[in-house]
């Protein structure tokens, strides 16, 4: 067998296990029940979601090449200034899902990010770009993913949304992986993502539906309704990708880091996630209204 294969393979089920015990209750129930009342699940969540930010700074830093201005140096304080304001409301179960300006302010500022990137790269050579589009592009999504799932201080309930997201995700790439190596014939974006084609887009979007049907039916306690997040994250996920992999050509970068081996980088392994968490945030805020 493949030697690269093997190491994707262990890196990847590694991956998937740090990602289910620390978006899970299971987690917790691992390590207290070696020592007994060591820790919560939320600590685990927030201290996965705290490592991928820092981690997925460093690579957008590293991927943009900043020079040697103040920029480089200011991105990380931002970054962190952002993410605590975040965390000081999830600890305090300060997320309700309202109408508020602020929050939808924040999630359009994703989105002009994105067409920035897209439409107007020439922006994003400058440091002072640089430092704009990785403070939106990093830590605004990671700090709207500490919103997701519901916990309780007083006892060991810990929701599930954020783990069924990554499922979705997963299922979305994969499905959309192989349609398209069996059924492809028209490229989705050829200058940017080669390898992405509109039946495979198709495929992902209906079969990652169907799964998500399931959830819907064994998993009423999540919030919202699973087929539409479903949807969502069907439809935008490979936007993640294609994001990331315009990032990366916009640059001349090939992985944004190693960190995963035979994988890439946070920010390679997670750019779904960076996208998909504020669709389906801002769904959360809709869905209230509804």
């Known amino acids: 067998m493949d030697k690269n294969l093997i190491q994707r393979t262990i890196s990847g089920l590694v991956y998937v296990a740090i990602i289910i015990l620390c978006s899970t209750p299971l987690g917790a129930q691992l390590i207290n029940s070696i020592f007994p009342g060591l820790i919560q699940q939320q600590y685990l969540y927030y201290g996965l979601i705290s490592l991928l930010l820092v981690v997925g700074t460093w690579e957008c830093v590293k991927i943009m090449k900043f020079g040697k201005g103040y920029e480089k140096w200011v991105v990380y304080p931002l970054v962190i200034f952002i993410f605590y304001i975040f965390s000081k409301r999830y600890f305090h179960h300060d997320f309700f899902f309202d109408f508020r300006l602020s929050e939808i302010l924040a999630l359009a500022l994703i989105g002009i990010a994105v067409v920035t990137l897209f439409k107007f790269p020439n922006e994003l050579y400058f440091d002072s770009g640089k430092l704009i589009f990785t403070v939106i592009y990093v830590a605004l999504p990671f700090s709207f993913a500490l919103g997701l799932p519901k916990f309780s201080s007083y006892s060991d309930s810990f929701s599930l949304e954020v783990l069924f997201l990554f499922i979705l995700i ?32 198709i495929g992902g979007v209906v ?3 169907v799964l998500s049907y399931f959830v819907e039916q064994y998993q009423p306690e999540l919030r919202g309704n699973w087929m ?4 969502l994250v069907a439809a935008f996920a490979p936007l993640g990708d294609l994001v990331e992999s315009q990032l990366k050509r ?4 090939k992985d944004s880091g190693n960190i995963i081996p ?3 980088g946070v920010l390679d392994r997670l750019d779904s996630f960076i996208i998909c968490v504020p669709v389906v945030y801002l769904y959360f805020i809709l869905e209230k209204f509804i």
């Open 262 to 264: 035979g994988h890439g």
């Open 250 to 253: 916009s640059f001349g970068v």
């Open 170 to 201: 997963w299922s979305s790439d994969t499905f959309a992986y192989l349609v398209g190596k069996f059924f492809g014939k028209h490229k989705m974006a050829p200058k940017i993502s080669p390898k992405k084609t509109w039946e495979g887009y």
């Open 228 to 231: 539409f997040v479903g949807f």
């Open 207 to 209: 079969l990652t539906l």
